[in-house]
């Protein structure tokens, strides 16, 4: 079992930026897929962001293209997303998740944290 716990959210105002970190726990991430999320209030979580287990990979949603990277450590079996020029629609609850077997099936996820950007 892999436990997930994301950190880093607040409130910022639009242009400002923030670091989530996703930090795993139980087993080494290291050969896993990684991906993050986010879900709006009323609306449907969303795909953000993805990096392959070798980090060669990065793929990012059109919205969110630019403005977001995301990275990772496997030394400390951590996940961060570096969100910038951020905007008010960027207002969701932040989700990161693991693919342990990379075919884009997330079997693990965190609790989430909220991230609010106000005009």
């Known amino acids: 079992q892999v436990q997930l716990v994301e950190s880093g959210g607040g409130l910022v105002q639009a242009g400002g930026s923030l670091r989530l970190a996703c930090a795993a726990s139980?087993?080494?991430?290291?050969?896993?897929?990684m991906g993050w999320f986010r879900q709006a209030p009323g609306k449907e979580r969303e795909f953000v962001a993805s990096?392959?287990?070798?980090?060669?990979?990065?793929s990012y949603s059109d919205s969110v293209k630019g403005r977001f990277t995301i990275s990772r450590d496997n030394a400390k079996n951590t996940v961060y997303l570096q969100m910038n020029s951020l905007r008010p629609e960027d207002t969701a609850v932040y989700y990161c998740a693991a693919d342990p077997r990379n075919v884009v099936k997330y079997d693990y996820w965190g609790q989430g944290t909220q991230v609010t950007v106000s005009p």
């Open positions: 990096i392959s287990w070798s980090g060669g990979r990065l």
């Open positions: 139980g087993r080494s991430i290291r050969n896993y897929g």
